[in-house]
C-alpha cells in the first residue's frame, strides 16, 4: 500500500500540473532525450547508418517545436554533417523518456541527396488548416548545396507539399550564410526574423503572390555591448542579429510584430500594415518601429499567446519571462528560473487545452563538444497558461 501512494505521489508530481509553494504554476517535464534516435525502417537499416557514419548518437539536436492535433512536429537543424533526420514527429501519447522519432512526412523527404527534398529546418509554424510553413533556409555551413526555401506541407493530407518557393538569392545569400531563422504566420503572409549576418532583417513572404521582401533597420542587429554572456557554464561570445519573433492575436484589422536580436537587451516591434506593404520596405523603416523596454538579459526565442501576453526566455539566467505587452517590458513577470530543466529556452508553441510547450536543450555544450549521451541532453517542459496561440483571439 505505501509503494502504491508512493507511485501516485510520484505520477501527480510529475505529469500533472507543477505548483510552487507560492501558487503559481511551473514547468513540468513532459518528454526528455539522453540523445535522439529513430523510428529506422529495419534494426539492418539502423546498423548500417551507424556503420557508414550516417548516423551518430548524439550529434542530432532538437530546436524548433510546433503542435498539431496531438501530435509534435520537431525541428533538428543539421548542425553536423551525421544528423540523419531534420523534420520528425512524435504523438503526444509517446513515451516520456528517449521516444523514437519519425521523419516526417517520410525518410525519402528526409533524404539529403536531392534539392527536392527537406535540407536544414530549423523552425516551421502550423497555422490554424494544418499546413505546416517550413522554413528550410538554414545555410549557414557546408552540409547542403541547395537553395534556401520555404515548402508548405498539407498535414491533413499526410504531408504533401502544396507550395515551393526558393528563396532569392538577393534577399538571402545561398553561398553567404543565408539563414531565416524563426517564422510566425499571419494568413496569406509569413513573417520571418533573417539572421544572415551579411544582411539581416525581417523577411516577408506573401503565400498567394509567392513572392518576398525584407525591411531592413538597425534595430534588427545585434548590440555588441550585449555580444557575450555565460550560459549553462558556457561562455557565448559572437553578434547575433534578429532572431525571436512574435505575433499579436488574430482578432482583426492589422497586428503588432515583436522581434528582437539575440544580442540584445531590447524588444521591439512594427505594425504588419507596414510589413505588408513591399514598398516601404525600400524606405526608411525606422520611423514605423517601437522600442518597448529593457529585458533582464539576452533572448532567443519568444511567443505570443491569444491573450496579447509574450512568453521569453532568458538565456544566461535560465529562466522565462511574461510580458504584459499593454505596459513596458521592464514590468515583465518571471515564470520561472530552473537552471536543471530551463537550458537555452527557444523555441515555444501551444496547444488546444492551455497548455505552453517549451524546447530546452544542451545546445551550447553540442555545438562545442560531443555530448554525454549517459545524461539528459534534451526536454519538452510544459507550463499551463490557460490560453492559446496568436492564431485565436
Not at 117 to 144: H, Y
Not at 149 to 176: A, M, S, T, W, Y
Not at 236 to 257: D, V, Y
Request: with cysteine; proline share 5%.
Amino acid at each position: 500500500m505505501e509503494t502504491k501512494l508512493l507511485f501516485c505521489l510520484f505520477f501527480i508530481t510529475k505529469f500533472n500540473v507543477i505548483k510552487s509553494s507560492d501558487g503559481n504554476e511551473k514547468f513540468s517535464v513532459a518528454f526528455q532525450w539522453n540523445f535522439i534516435n529513430y523510428t529506422w525502417e529495419s534494426p539492418e537499416a539502423l546498423e548500417e547508418a551507424k556503420s557508414s557514419g550516417h548516423y551518430v548518437p548524439g550529434e542530432d539536436v532538437i530546436a524548433g517545436i510546433k503542435i498539431y492535433k496531438d501530435v509534435i512536429y520537431l525541428a533538428l537543424p543539421r548542425v553536423k554533417k551525421s544528423a540523419s533526420v531534420t523534420l520528425a514527429s512524435i504523438p503526444m501519447k509517446a513515451a516520456k523518456e528517449n521516444p523514437l522519432l519519425s521523419p516526417y512526412p517520410s525518410w525519402d523527404m528526409n533524404c539529403k541527396e536531392s534539392c527536392e527534398t527537406i535540407q536544414n529546418v530549423l523552425s516551421m509554424e502550423i497555422d490554424k488548416e494544418g499546413i505546416m510553413w517550413v522554413l528550410d533556409a538554414r545555410r549557414v555551413d557546408n552540409n547542403t548545396k541547395c537553395p534556401p526555401r520555404i515548402i508548405l506541407l498539407d498535414l491533413n493530407k499526410n504531408g504533401i507539399v502544396v507550395q515551393n518557393f526558393v528563396v532569392p538569392d538577393e534577399l538571402c545569400p545561398h553561398n553567404n550564410g543565408c539563414f531565416l531563422n524563426d517564422i510566425v504566420v499571419d494568413g496569406d503572409f509569413a513573417y520571418m526574423s533573417d539572421t544572415t549576418k551579411v544582411d539581416s532583417g525581417i523577411f516577408v513572404y506573401n503565400r498567394k503572390l509567392n513572392q518576398a521582401w525584407k525591411f531592413r533597420d538597425e534595430t534588427m542587429h545585434g548590440d555588441p555591448s550585449a555580444e557575450i554572456f555565460t550560459a549553462q557554464g558556457v561562455v557565448k561570445k559572437g553578434l547575433e542579429h534578429i532572431n525571436g519573433i512574435a505575433l499579436s492575436p488574430n482578432c482583426g484589422g492589422n497586428r503588432t510584430f515583436y522581434y528582437m536580436p539575440q544580442s540584445s537587451f531590447n524588444i521591439f516591434s512594427i505594425s504588419t500594415a507596414v510589413l505588408k506593404n513591399p514598398n516601404l520596405a525600400k524606405g526608411n523603416v525606422a520611423i514605423y518601429i517601437t522600442n518597448h523596454g529593457r529585458k533582464k538579459g539576452q533572448s532567443g526565442g519568444m511567443v505570443c499567446d491569444n491573450k496579447n501576453y509574450i512568453y521569453y526566455g532568458v538565456l544566461p539566467l535560465d529562466s522565462v519571462y511574461k510580458w504584459d505587452t499593454s505596459k513596458p517590458v521592464e514590468d515583465s513577470t518571471l515564470v520561472e528560473q530552473n537552471s536543471e530543466i530551463i537550458k537555452w529556452p527557444d523555441s515555444f508553441s501551444f496547444d488546444l487545452d492551455g497548455n505552453m510547450f517549451l524546447i530546452t536543450n544542451s545546445i551550447l555544450f553540442f555545438s562545442k563538444t560531443e555530448l554525454n549521451i549517459n545524461e539528459i541532453n534534451f526536454r519538452i517542459i510544459k507550463l499551463h497558461t490557460g490560453t492559446k496561440s496568436y492564431f485565436y483571439c
